[in-house]
């Protein structure tokens, strides 16, 4: 189990290496930083200077292995935009952005399985057509459309929720926390059902997918003839049966919640790292924009890597080929 | 103009305000679309970063509601006896926001870290060869040449405590890693910061030591960037904000259409205006005329100014907020040009003619750049602008981008007509005269955004004596000579000014400057 770890981690390395390539040799179409970080009036001749401090006339190779070399010491550089240490800007912004991501999953599992189970019983129940329809339209409508609405229905109509931010926050260690107060709860739930209506979308349907072709397989029918209760039917032997696969597949999507939390952090101005990349890319901020894509590969492989290893609690068969 | 009714009124003004201060406590939240990107006077040279730390930094001049010059840290100032520069007079009992007091030595310290190369404002600094402290309030500025606009020009050169800079280690502007002075202030303006998350949260509190009598009412200032237009109009209409700045155009009638909510419009400084590659040999963007580049004619350039139909696109996509312009100030500007004032007219027909006269009664096709995220519906007047030229013939292929990749592209070189707007950083007619029309001379540095070098023999010559004029009428003379010669020649098609709109709730008096900043000091909440 060890070497499986290991071994995962060791290619998360190359993983981020690649991704940092690929992130270096697209920055020179982002724009020019110098630009950016002077004001009109600058001279050339200073902007010239600038440029050269900074190392962005060497060539890719150099300013590419400069950086991988920088991070492998565990130097992040510093931003041209705000000049703070990049890893104190990342380091800041995690939290947001997980517990954004967390609570959106959360939601969607809360929300998106009884509903999967709901609409596999009832499968022709007008509530069920109903919540379909409503989830497809939900899908169908892009985050920022979502999030706008439901700014302007709740935030601005009705005043129930804070239009943007994140409230009322408490420092926990070096956490900055929003789920320890009513007014840090208030200002995730808006974003936080934007960012999960897609999750919880895919939840549900894949929930209903699953539980409809378990009830057609032959133990539910066989259990059915003996007499079992409906609720333990459903409940103990369908629904467990089903999370496997939906496990796995919300699993993997975490991954893609917190990367692309950018859109909603944005319409909500909620101040994550997606919010920062965001931000960079307009001041063509390299160094900020080279670590969040590293940073956000590592949470591919990491996320990934836990699934594989829920995987394997949740299957017998793959321990005990494991084991062999 | 009545320069003691102008001083007459802001003193009633002032009065006025003062009597009408409520006693309450008034916690006043703002937001902006950009966050300043550091707290450093003199390390970034942009307009979030200058606006914002205006209210906590104060300069030797300032400027006042209406963009004249005032005192600040100065109480007066003359031209030198015997040489080039000004003597400015230091206003005695300011101190600095941690009780340090304020004498000539901060604004020598400060004088050297802003024209230091770490500094991104030492181009204001290029026409002094030397400065003296004369005694503890007397400070003197030496210039190479006569510079009667050396006091304007230097209303944003803000003033940092010496013995607090040199302490933290920042006694040079921070330019790629972070100092002490990229999150801490210590200034002598009317707030000082209370609390800085970059990109988050930033308050303000008062000074409590400040040398001028508040007009205002705020007791704390929080200012939050908000990127998203749509989110920062929720967060005003919902009343999380109490003031937005700028709003969009298409907004406007949401924001009126509620109660308790205000729209201030004005005209910022900036004029918005097509370019031409003067210097280009050939076009590089058409498809029929690849062997020359026709723009070269004055006659196909002032084709292409009398197809501009500057008014539909007022109407059309500025729901008639802009002024068209003449010239590349707004009029009101020092040095506008009034007996230069008629816009080229729109007159497809005229401009017909023009180019059957040059060689091209078919017209040619070209590439018109443009961004897409700069200025007010940028995107929006080039499309106008192609299908304006196409009705003349001449056929404009537009390629929009974002501004971040857009000055390097010009500076390659890499146009054949090109978008610019441009807002004179010394609010006088010199400013776009040095850097928009003067010949590329990176030397001297002139002419750096004179991307499509626009070069007149008489305009380089004029340039200098303007700067060094002290005559006004003099001075007014030869600028108007220089923008009758840009007219004639076409080398800008200056289009409009740009508006300026914030929105506001109904019961909070603030002041609309037309440079854009916003100063939290004339803030009442009521």
Redesign the interface.
């Known amino acids: 189990m060890a070497y499986f770890i290991l071994k995962r981690l060791v290619q998360s390395v190359f993983v981020m290496l690649a991704v940092a390539f690929l992130a270096f040799s697209l920055f020179r179409f982002v724009g020019d930083p110098v630009s950016q970080m002077t004001g009109v009036e600058t001279s050339i001749e200073d902007q010239e200077r600038l440029r050269e401090d900074l190392g962005l006339n060497d060539p890719f190779v150099v300013q590419f292995a400069r950086f991988t070399g920088d991070l492998v010491r565990g130097d992040f550089g510093f931003s041209y935009r705000t000049r703070q240490p990049v890893a104190e800007m990342i380091a800041d912004r995690i939290p947001a952005t997980l517990e954004l991501g967390v609570v959106a999953l959360l939601i969607s599992l809360i929300v998106g399985i009884p509903a999967g189970v709901y609409t596999a019983l009832r499968p022709r129940g007008a509530l069920t057509q109903t919540i379909l329809l409503t989830t497809l339209v939900g899908v169908s409508i892009p985050t920022f459309v979502i999030g706008i609405l439901l700014i302007f229905l709740f935030g601005v109509q009705l005043g129930w929720f804070p239009t943007f931010g994140r409230g009322g926050t408490v420092q926990i260690g070096g956490w900055e926390s929003s789920l320890f107060t009513l007014d840090g709860w208030r200002a995730i739930l808006l974003p936080a059902v934007t960012l999960g209506v897609y999750q919880l979308t895919l939840t549900m349907r894949l929930v209903r997918a699953e539980m409809m072709e378990v009830l057609r397989s032959d133990y539910i029918r066989f259990a059915t003839a003996r007499g079992v209760p409906y609720r333990s039917l459903y409940y103990r032997h369908a629904l467990s049966n089903t999370m496997i696969p939906v496990i796995t597949i919300i699993g993997l999507q975490f991954g893609g919640v917190i990367a692309f939390s950018i859109v909603t952090e944005s319409v909500f101005q909620w101040p994550g790292m997606g919010l920062l990349f965001l931000e960079s890319i307009r001041f063509v901020d390299i160094p900020v924009m080279g670590v969040y894509l590293v940073v956000i590969a590592f949470f591919f492989v990491l996320v990934n890597l836990i699934v594989d290893l829920l995987y394997v609690a949740i299957d017998p068969r793959l321990r005990i080929r494991d084991l062999a | 103009m009545g320069y003691t009714s102008t001083l007459r009124a802001s003193v009633m003004g002032a009065a006025l305000v003062a009597a009408s201060v409520p006693a309450s406590a008034e916690t006043f939240r703002w937001a902006s679309g950009t966050?300043p990107?550091?707290m450093d006077p003199h390390?970034?040279?942009?307009a979030p970063v200058l606006s914002f730390l205006n209210n906590i930094y104060e300069g030797l001049v300032r400027r006042d509601r209406d963009m004249s010059i005032e005192p600040s840290l100065a109480t007066s100032w003359a031209p030198l006896d015997g040489e080039n520069g000004w003597r400015f007079n230091l206003r005695e009992g300011v101190t600095f926001q941690d009780g340090a007091a304020f004498t000539a030595e901060d604004v020598f310290f400060s004088y050297q870290r802003a024209a230091s190369?770490a500094s991104?404002?030492?181009?204001?600094f290029a026409p002094v060869s030397e400065v003296r402290v004369v005694d503890d309030f007397t400070i003197d500025f030496v210039t190479t040449a006569p510079n009667p606009l050396f006091p304007d020009s230097i209303a944003n050169f803000m003033i940092l405590d010496k013995g607090w800079a040199e302490a933290n280690d920042a006694a040079l502007p921070?330019?790629?890693?972070?100092?002490f002075a990229?999150?801490n202030v210590n200034g002598t303006g009317a707030f000082t910061l209370g609390a800085r998350?970059?990109?988050?949260?930033t308050t303000l509190v008062p000074h409590e030591g400040w040398w001028d009598t508040p007009e205002h009412n705020v007791t704390e200032g929080i200012f939050?960037?908000?990127?998203?237009a749509?989110?920062g109009l929720?967060?005003l209409?919902?009343?999380?904000i109490d003031f937005i700045q700028p709003i969009p155009l298409q907004d406007i009638a949401q924001v009126e259409s509620r109660e308790g909510f205000q729209v201030l419009e004005g005209i910022e400084t900036r004029v918005i205006m097509f370019g031409f590659g003067h210097e280009h040999d050939r076009l590089l963007y058409s498809s029929d005329v690849t062997d020359a580049n026709p723009f070269q004619d004055v006659r196909v350039r002032l084709a292409a100014a009398h197809a501009i139909d500057v008014d539909t696109m007022n109407r059309v996509i500025f729901r008639d907020k802009v002024d068209p312009a003449s010239q590349l100030v707004p009029a009101g500007i020092s040095g506008y040009s009034e007996a230069n004032s008629a816009r080229i007219p729109y007159d497809p027909d005229r401009a017909r003619e023009l180019l059957a006269e040059a060689g091209y009664p078919d017209g040619f096709s070209f590439g018109l750049k443009c961004t897409n995220d700069r200025y007010i519906n940028d995107e929006a007047v080039c499309r106008a602008a192609a299908s304006m030229f196409a009705a003349v013939g001449l056929n404009a292929e537009l390629s929009t981008g974002?501004?971040?990749?857009?000055?390097?592209q010009l500076r390659e070189d890499d146009f054949d007509m090109y978008l610019l707007g441009w807002s004179p950083?010394t609010f006088d007619m010199e400013h776009p005269i040095r850097?928009l029309k003067h010949s590329q001379d990176?030397e001297r540095?002139l002419g750096?955004?004179n991307f499509g070098n626009f070069s007149n023999a008489r305009v380089d010559e004029l340039l200098p004596m303007i700067q060094q004029e002290l005559d006004p009428a003099a001075r007014q003379a030869m600028i108007d000579e220089v923008v009758a010669i840009s007219q004639q020649e076409v080398a800008y098609i200056p289009l409009y000014v740009q508006p300026l709109i914030w929105a506001a709730k109904d019961n909070v008096d603030l002041t609309q400057r037309a440079d854009n900043f916003f100063m939290l000091r004339w803030v009442t909440v009521n």
């Open positions: 966050d990107q550091t390390a970034v040279s942009s190369e991104d404002v030492r181009s204001w921070a330019r790629d890693a972070e100092n990229t999150l998350d970059p990109g988050v949260r939050t960037p908000i990127g998203n749509a989110t929720a967060a209409l919902s009343g999380d974002p501004v971040r990749d857009y000055w390097p950083g850097f990176d540095r750096s955004w």
